[in-house]
């Protein structure tokens, strides 16, 4: 029963921190609407794209334990860290995920940090380890090309 | 040393002795008769009387003295005799040691002169020696000194040229450090303002796609 609601959290969710996020305020909403606790705008504001089968499977009975083991899940998953040159907008975040999620398979998650010095593209920690996909790497990979290029452009 | 007197028997000293010699002699044989007449006379002074004994007295005393008077005379004559024999030695001596002397100061004057030739000429091969290895250290030392300036000037001009290369190395690096950086700060400025949001994600996914054939992630 975990899996099915894991994967419909995580759906359109592709960072660690926004499934987490969510996850606490699905909760905070559940447990609103089963124990008659916390605001009555609540309810309306419950994403739709979980669809109404998904509230279903949580009762006064299960629903704490329900949320402690999806975040337990959430937090085993293992997140790529990927550092950004620039600012990610949601849509932007939305594609990436798909692209993810794509390559290395359903319930893939990120992290998103930001570092200017990158140029463009990205850089990569996976299981600790830093590798630079970046522009700036690949400067650096050319830095003796790119600067006899610069040299004789100078001299003409 | 040269011996001038080769015989002592000519030096005046021994004529000197000599002729005292002869004359206490003498003197000693005329006190010999006087004393032999006068014990005659004592004698006789017993046997005869007083006048008899003045004349035989006057007698002996002129015959004592004339005796004596004769070996005075004789040994005058002898050391005359004597006198001019070791004088004629003497010279003849002294003449054959001028000789002598004169031909060994010849000797040594010659000698000296061919010293003196000897010495000329091992004084000239000497300082011609002296000259030719004087000229040929000189020469070896002013070789060695060129060499060693040579050397040194060459050494100084690979250290100076080694030192211009280490800056002019360094500077180049300064130059494509600054290059790089500036190229990347452009970059980036430039990157922020004109790249669109699609062409940044296309870089990240194809960062993403690398990942996964280099399986970075797995």
Same mark, same amino acid.
Do not use: C
């Given at each position: 029963?975990?899996? +099915? ?34 605001? /009555? /705008? ?6 739709? /794209? ?38 990610? +907008? ?11 999620? %794509? ?47 610069? %040299? ?5 | 040393? $040269? ?11 021994? #004529?000197?002795? &000599? ?5 206490? $002699? ?34 002996? &005393?002129?015959?004592? &003295? ?36 004169? =031909? ?21 091969? =000497?300082?011609?020696? #002296? ?36 800056? =002019? ?38 960062? &993403? ?10």
């Amino acid at each position: 029963m975990i899996q +099915p609601l894991l994967d419909k959290i995580l759906a359109q969710t592709y960072t660690q921190t926004d499934a987490l996020n969510r996850l606490h305020a699905l909760k905070n909403l559940l447990v609103a609407e089963l124990f008659g606790r916390g605001k /009555s /705008s609540d309810r309306q504001t419950a994403p739709v /794209s979980l669809g109404k089968d998904f509230y279903k499977h949580f009762n006064r009975n299960n629903v704490y334990n329900l949320f402690d083991t999806l975040e337990e899940k959430i937090r085993e998953i293992k997140p790529l860290v990927i550092f950004l040159p620039f600012e990610l +907008p949601e849509e932007g975040m939305a594609a990436l995920g798909q692209r993810m999620r %794509r390559l290395f398979g359903k319930n893939f998650l990120a992290e998103i940090k930001l570092d200017p010095n990158l140029l463009a593209g990205a850089a990569l920690v996976w299981d600790g380890v830093y590798k630079d996909y970046s522009l700036r790497e690949k400067i650096e990979d050319n830095r003796e090309r790119i600067i006899k290029t610069l %040299r004789e452009g100078m001299k003409r | 040393m $040269l011996n001038l007197m080769p015989n002592s028997i000519l030096s005046p000293a021994f #004529i000197g002795h &000599l002729l005292a010699a002869i004359l206490a $002699l003498g003197f000693l044989i005329t006190l010999a008769l006087f004393l032999r007449e006068r014990r005659n006379l004592q004698k006789l002074l017993k046997d005869n009387s007083f006048e008899s004994v003045r004349r035989k007295n006057a007698a002996i &005393l002129a015959e004592a &003295l004339e005796k004596a008077q004769n070996v005075v005379e004789k040994s005058r004559l002898s050391v005359d005799k004597f006198e001019n024999y070791f004088q004629g030695q003497f010279n003849s001596q002294a003449e054959k040691a001028q000789q002598a002397l004169d =031909k060994h100061l010849e000797t040594i004057r010659s000698q000296s002169e061919r010293a003196e030739l000897l010495s000329a000429s091992y004084t000239k091969e =000497k300082a011609n020696g #002296i000259l030719e290895r004087f000229e040929k250290n000189l020469e070896s030392f002013l070789t060695q000194a060129e060499a060693k300036s040579t050397q040194s000037l060459e050494s100084e001009l690979a250290a100076v040229r080694q030192t211009i290369e280490t800056y =002019k190395k360094q500077q180049l690096s300064l130059v494509d450090e600054n290059i790089v950086a500036m190229l990347e700060k452009t970059l980036g400025l430039v990157l922020a303002k004109k790249i669109s949001l699609k062409d940044q994600l296309d870089l990240v996914y194809e960062a &993403l796609e690398k990942a996964k054939v280099e399986k970075f992630i797995l």
